[in-house]
């Protein structure tokens, strides 16, 4: 073999496993649906304790956003490798999802909930998952997120009952509905250009 | 003048350095997922991995997730190093063949 030739032959192997170590960091990940949900999921839980029964809306409905969450990430997953990014971020919401339910569950069941700190601790929590996956992701939309809740744990404290509802109303409806749409367009978006971008290295 | 570093033989394989690559980025990944990727057959890639394994620069875990198997792949530190060493070696070497 001449000197172009193994040159050219080790490059190739450089190359190839650049290529490779991107394709398998390339996350195929997408959860904007996980926001809308649980979007839909504190409207219903809103809903159902304002006309229905409010001692247990919340804790069905969180319940069952927990098993579909479980169910359909399992699904959208299918066989892709999980990534150790991906572990961080399931590992911070999945946490703050049970911090957040255990303690909300013995607030209620001793009484001791009251509308305003109840309304101030689950914005913090929020708060605080939305930042630490956004520094992770390096994603400046969802830290706007986490300071919207921020506002919202703030304006809990310092607003009447009344206004400290429509504050959670509004802020999940940026944080969650709008944001979720946002993520999955954006997560769509990419799919299909990486699609796009796969075909034409195979044409 | 300072002498050339060999190339592993085992990573060296066109296939297998393309499996190490992408194991290097996942924690762990499924045999479907590798054979998607490297667009290999099973019965290579089969063979390829069994090399890797030998080597100990993979280890493998097989499980029945629902009733189907599955094959799990997850790379060594033993492997780490290795492809690490690669690299370093893949340079040098490059760069002495521009250098020449």
């Known amino acids: 073999m001449n000197a172009n030739a193994e040159e050219l032959e080790l490059k190739d192997r450089l190359s190839l496993i650049e290529s490779m170590i991107a394709e398998g960091r390339r996350t195929t990940e997408s959860w904007g649906w996980t926001f809308l949900l649980w979007g839909v999921a504190y409207y219903v839980a809103i809903a159902w304790s304002a006309f229905g029964q409010p001692a247990i809306a919340w804790p069905v409905t969180m319940t ?11 699904r959208v997953r299918g066989n892709q490798p999980g990534t150790t990014v991906g572990r961080a971020m399931m590992a911070i919401w999945t946490c703050m999802g049970i911090s957040l339910f255990i303690l909300m569950m013995s607030l209620g069941i001793t009484g001791r909930l009251e509308l305003h700190l109840g309304a101030a601790i689950v914005a913090a929590m929020l708060g605080t998952a939305n930042a630490t996956s956004s520094i992770i992701l390096k994603w400046k939309m969802q ?8 506002a919202a744990m703030v304006a809990a404290l310092f607003t009447s009952e009344f206004a400290t509802g429509i504050v959670f109303l509004v802020a999940i409806f940026f944080c969650q509905i709008v944001f979720g749409i946002y993520c999955m367009i954006s997560e769509s ?15 | 003048m300072p002498e050339l570093p060999e190339l ?13 690559s992408l194991l290097i980025g ?5 045999f479907t997922w590798l054979r998607s990727k490297t667009g290999s057959t099973d019965g290579n890639l089969g063979a390829q991995l069994l090399k890797l394994e030998e080597a100990g620069y993979v280890a493998v875990e097989k499980k029945f997730v629902q009733r189907k ?8 530190e033993t492997g780490r190093k290795a492809l690490t060493a690669y690299v370093h070696a893949l340079k040098q070497l490059l760069g002495t063949a521009i250098g020449a």
């Open chain 1, 64 to 74: 069952v956003g927990g098993v579909l969450t479980s169910v359909l990430a399992a």
């Open chain 2, 26 to 30: 996942v924690e762990e990944a499924e």
């Open chain 2, 69 to 76: 198997p599955q094959t799990l792949y997850r790379m060594t």
């Open chain 1, 143 to 150: 830290f706007a997120s986490a300071v919207v809740w921020w």
């Open chain 1, 189 to 203: 978006r990419r799919h299909k250009a990486r699609a796009s971008g796969q075909e034409a290295s195979h044409a």
């Open chain 2, 8 to 20: 592993n033989p085992v990573i060296h394989g066109k296939l297998r350095l393309a499996l190490l």
